[in-house]
């Protein structure tokens, strides 16, 4: 407490006193004397009186003391003070409190009001109905007028139908998109961002939105939009003239490697059947290299469809060694096989799309491999049981490795790109297109799987690539008779 309250304090106290001491000296006066007269009870109800006024007056000050110091509390809390004398009046205190609060809130709105002013977005304040309460400058530039006119005016969200009321309330969060495409005028498009703004206690006072410019964004999209759709166009364009091409140059070289055929079964000198031979023989390369052109443009076309049909795989394992055994052979290769027993007999899945797959990796590690071996493994891993409880989806895990000359680890990631080769002279050695591995990839896929590969040059590579299918428990024999494995028909 401070000294002027203890002063303060003492006085109403001796106050107090001073008049109970004159009430009882006049009662006990009045016993002694035995006096009853009127002043007497006048004077003693005055004095009793006065008592009860100080006394009062007294609580009433220590009443509003008390919200003062709370007052005073309440301001140093929420404003830091930096005078660390003491303050002797609570109300000069008080008084001191709210003038620094004053400044503080002064200071906060001009902050405010410079960051509002700095932006280039169009701010702008109104209430439920629309008028507005606040626009910053860029908001007023914009619309040419002066900010004094703009106040109690629609606002701009208003004006153009983006929000109202005739639906009910405004939404607290909204975002809006707005076109300006006035005659003579560059195009304008501004992304709106309204929101409400509370107070402490949640209640809605008004509502503020920020308009930023997004022409330049919304003209990039625009332009991506218009370049995608010229690419698709070019590549459907493209897709269908491979398609086309393939399919009339495939008759003339059917005709050449036919005629080729022909000539082999008459009588030839020597010279003359190596020329048919070579005649054949890119007859038959160039035949091979339409079709994967004709594969890929089906595929990249999304017009490619898969069988889903039973057949053995081991069989379509052998099929492939049994096709490209001779070559290894004469290359002095070893190409061997493993099935684990995990493996069901008969899969139901595209089986010529899955020879396909193996044709070119293994084809492709016979060609570059000039030492050792191939050798293909095949697992399995049983997946779901279906619904109707028959047949259970099964993931085939297919391995190619070969001890080749292997691939250098940044030329990796460009295998499996169309028309892609790794730029070596044994590539450029042994030729090839480059479609093989980007169409297996495009099956594997196609067929729920996915291809990848491991290698170290001069070590050899390994391919890895899986597909999706299915079997049934328990089922073994072989749906259909098929052509046996070195092309003579099977035996009945």
């Known amino acids: 407490m401070s000294s002027p309250q203890r002063r303060k304090n003492v006085l109403i106290f001796s106050l107090v006193f001073s008049l109970l001491a004159a009430v009882v000296g006049l009662i006990a006066q009045s016993t002694a004397q035995e006096q009853d007269s009127p002043q007497y009870y006048i004077l003693c109800l005055s004095l009793i009186g006065c008592v009860l006024l100080v006394t009062a007056g007294y609580v009433w000050d220590r009443s509003l003391m008390q ?111 707005q076109e300006w495409n006035e005659p003579g005028k560059a195009r304008i498009v501004h992304a709106w961002t309204h929101r409400a703004m509370k107070d402490v206690d949640g209640n809605i006072l008004e509502y503020q939105a920020v308009g930023h410019d997004i022409t330049v964004r919304k003209d990039a999209e625009l332009a991506l939009l218009a370049a995608k759709e010229a690419a698709e166009s070019a590549d459907r364009a493209k897709s269908e003239f491979l398609a086309i091409v393939s399919h009339e140059i495939r008759t003339p070289i059917n005709g050449v490697i036919g005629f080729a055929k ?144 292997g691939i250098p680890a940044d030329k990796i990631g460009q295998l499996f790109q169309p028309f892609s080769q790794i730029d070596t002279s044994a590539k450029r050695r042994r030729g090839g297109t480059g479609l093989g591995l980007i169409i297996a990839k495009r099956l594997c896929e196609r067929m729920g799987g996915a291809i990848s590969v491991e290698s170290r040059p001069g070590e050899g590579s ?30 009945a």
């Open 262 to 405: 022909l000539l082999q079964d008459t009588p030839l000198t020597p010279e003359q059947r190596t020329f048919v031979d070579m005649i054949g023989s890119s007859g038959h390369t160039l035949e091979h290299l339409i079709s994967d052109i004709l594969d890929l443009s089906k595929i990249e076309a999304g017009k490619i469809e898969l069988d889903h049909a039973p057949f053995a795989l081991r069989d379509c394992v052998e099929e492939v060694v049994h096709l490209f055994g001779p070559r290894a052979r004469e290359a002095g290769l070893s190409l061997k096989t493993e099935v684990a027993a995990s493996v069901p007999v008969i899969v139901h899945s595209d089986h010529g799309r899955l020879r396909q797959i193996l044709n070119n990796l293994v084809g492709n590690a016979i060609k570059f491999t000039e030492a050792g071996g191939v050798f293909v493994s095949v697992d399995a891993i049983p997946g779901e049981l279906h619904s109707n409880g028959l047949r259970r989806n099964v993931r085939l895990h297919f391995n190619v490795r070969d001890t080749g000359i």
């Open 67 to 177: 919200r003062l110091r709370e007052m005073n509390l309440h301001t140093r809390a929420a404003i830091p003070v930096t005078d660390t004398d003491e303050v002797h009046d609570e109300v000069i205190g008080l008084a001191r409190q709210i003038e620094r609060m004053a400044q503080a809130l002064q200071k906060l709105e001009a902050s405010y009001r410079a960051v509002v002013e700095d932006q280039s977005d169009l701010i702008c304040r109104y209430t439920a109905d629309g008028r507005l309460t606040f626009v910053n400058g860029a908001y007023a530039r914009f619309f040419g007028r002066k900010r004094q006119e703009l106040l109690q005016c629609p606002c701009v969200l208003y004006a153009s139908g983006l929000i109202s009321t005739k639906n009910g309330p405004l939404p607290e969060t909204a975002v809006f998109e």
């Open 462 to 491: 390994t391919f890895y690539f899986t597909i999706q299918a299915e079997y049934e428990p328990g089922e073994s024999r072989v749906p259909f008779a098929r052509p046996g494995l070195n092309g003579s028909p099977a035996p």
